[in-house]
């Protein structure tokens, strides 16, 4: 089983910028893809960025495209979320997720508020 534990969000205004950390313990966190989804009130659980078990290849929501960058140091069993320009309508809990095949592990959550 993967730990997987969230920190850096915080308030913010629009323009600004958070840099998320995820944190892994147990099983080999390199052998796992990770992504970042987030959640606001009242709405899905969406995907914002997802990066390959070796951080060759990335991938990013339309929304934030441009603004977001994923990145991951398996030396460190830590993925990282840098939101640039951020949005009020970025507001949410963000999530990471360490995933390989069928098996998925979630971190707690992280909220990132953006006032405008």
């Known amino acids: 089983q993967v730990q997987m534990v969230e920190s850096g969000g915080g308030l913010v205004q629009a323009g600004g910028s958070l840099r998320l950390s995820c944190a892994a313990s147990?099983?080999?966190?390199?052998?796992?893809?990770v992504g970042w989804f987030r959640q606001a009130p009242g709405k899905e659980r969406d995907s914002v960025a997802i990066?390959?078990?070796?951080?060759?290849?990335?991938s990013y929501a339309d929304s934030v495209k441009g603004r977001f960058t994923i990145s991951r140091d398996n030396a460190k069993s830590t993925a990282y979320l840098q939101m640039n320009n951020l949005k009020p309508e970025d507001t949410a809990v963000y999530y990471c997720?360490?995933?390989?095949?069928?098996?998925?592990?979630w971190g707690q959550g992280t909220q990132v508020t953006v006032s405008s």
């Open positions: 147990g099983r080999t966190f390199r052998s796992y893809a």
């Open positions: 997720t360490a995933f390989l095949g069928p098996a998925r592990y």
């Open positions: 990066i390959t078990s070796s951080g060759e290849s990335t």
